[in-house]
């Protein structure tokens, strides 16, 4: 798969833009996760990682603010990496957002349990939450549990959104989700995980992204781009160039459209497989193919109109 001059010249003229915008930052990015010192304290004690592994590392909105101002990043919306049975960390996670990097918060929650709606009220009551984030067989469950789909109702009514982290085996679930609660903003994360074999990826992957995209009130959330390449973590660099992954992105904006993608870095993560400067730099150069509106979109503006980021929040 090649990229036309034409395109190439698009590709050129738009970061041309995008270099001179970057001295006021513009992007948002809609996926970072921040940890403190209790709960990294509380999962050493049964969880050993790599480490070089950020989800093992204290990391604070503080961390993050080189890299923002570097990438014109104006704000970030921090993402769970919290245990469902764990809900103060949910709480810190918040007091987090009172950064000026911060514009909200995707929670974890148990949709489950009968005390979920007590901690929703007090998540909410702090003016960050932005929704939850519910992980591989977990929305199986919840779809088969009337407690849990109460609740899902009561987020759809309130605006929330449902991120997932999920791969193609989970497309059923989406579909259920996506019929029963059509207002339900729906998040697929990390573009179902792809992975690139022989420089391509799986037929079910791509029945996958088509299959979901049918339903209007579904998005994709194309982060942390360098995981598809399938480079071990820490100790080889996924490659930088933007043709890699092509059979990723043409995919997922051929069936989402320029008005339900949406760029995200996936940091620290994402410094597990290479540079993050990278992860923002690929993706521009994808969707300036695309058109100025397609930039602008999926570097801003679909994510600040999907999560219903409050402006004010912004920096």
Known sequence: MKVSLHAAALVFLALMSVTASAQQPWIIDPHTHFKGHEQIELESRTVKREPKNTLGQVLVPEDYRELADRLGIQSTLAVEAVDQDQPQFNDWLLDQAKSDLVCGYIARGDLSSDDFQTHHRRYKQ????????????????????ETARKH?????????????LIEPAHTDDVAELAQAFPRLKIVINHCFRAKLIDGDV?????????R???FDNVYMKISSILNFAGT????????????????????????????????ATNWGVSTHFGSVDDVVRIVQE????????????????????????????LR
């Open 126 to 145: 702090s003016g960050y939450l932005n929704g939850y984030r519910f992980r591989m067989d977990e929305l199986a469950g919840y779809l088969q549990n």
């Open 152 to 164: 899902l109702a009561m987020l759809e009514s309130e605006g929330m959104v449902v991120d997932l």
């Open 202 to 210: 799986s037929d079910p992957w791509k029945q996958a992204v088509q």
């Open 212 to 214: 979901c995209a049918k």
């Open 232 to 263: 071990k973590p820490f100790v080889e660099t996924a490659p930088t160039d933007l043709q890699t992954y092509l059979p990723v992105l043409e995919p997922c904006f051929a069936a989402f459209g320029e008005d339900r993608v949406i760029f």
């Open 286 to 313: 994808f969707l300036a193919t695309k058109g100025d509106a397609a930039v602008k979109k999926g570097m801003r503006d679909n994510a600040i109109r999907i999560y219903g980021i409050n402006m004010k929040y």
